[in-house]
């Protein structure tokens, strides 16, 4: 069974970057999808971004053009690259393998989440 962990969240001011990174423990070449989804406090877990298995990505409205999501199947990792943050991207962040999709009910591997603060 593959698992996730996430890192590199942390406590940014507006307008700032900042990089999440997955690692997976087993394989998720040529089987999984890779995305990322976020929950704020009071809300729903929403979807964010996924890359598929041939590097093809797909975003939220709310992250496009302001967030790239990567894979690096080598490492079993992907990543997201976070830009001009709001402070309304303030969330957990998990990173979830499984189908493509926009549904998080349709990834059956979660990672634990890293938090991701927007701030001055």
């Known amino acids: 069974q593959v698992q996730l962990v996430e890192s590199g969240g942390g406590l940014v001011q507006p307008g700032a970057s900042l990089t999440v990174s997955c690692v997976a423990s087993g394989r998720t070449r040529n089987t999984y999808a890779m995305a990322w989804f976020r929950q704020a406090p009071g809300k729903e877990r929403e979807f964010v971004a996924v890359v598929n298995i041939f590097g093809g990505t797909t975003y939220s409205e709310s992250v496009q053009g302001r967030f790239t999501v990567s894979r690096d199947d080598a490492k079993n990792s992907v990543y997201l690259q976070m830009t001009s943050l709001k402070p309304e991207d303030t969330a957990v962040y998990y990173c979830?393998?499984?189908?493509?999709?926009?549904?998080?009910?349709?990834?059956?591997?979660w990672g634990q989440g890293t938090q991701v603060t927007v701030s001055s």
């Open positions: 979830a393998a499984g189908n493509p999709s926009f549904r998080a009910t349709d990834y059956s591997i």
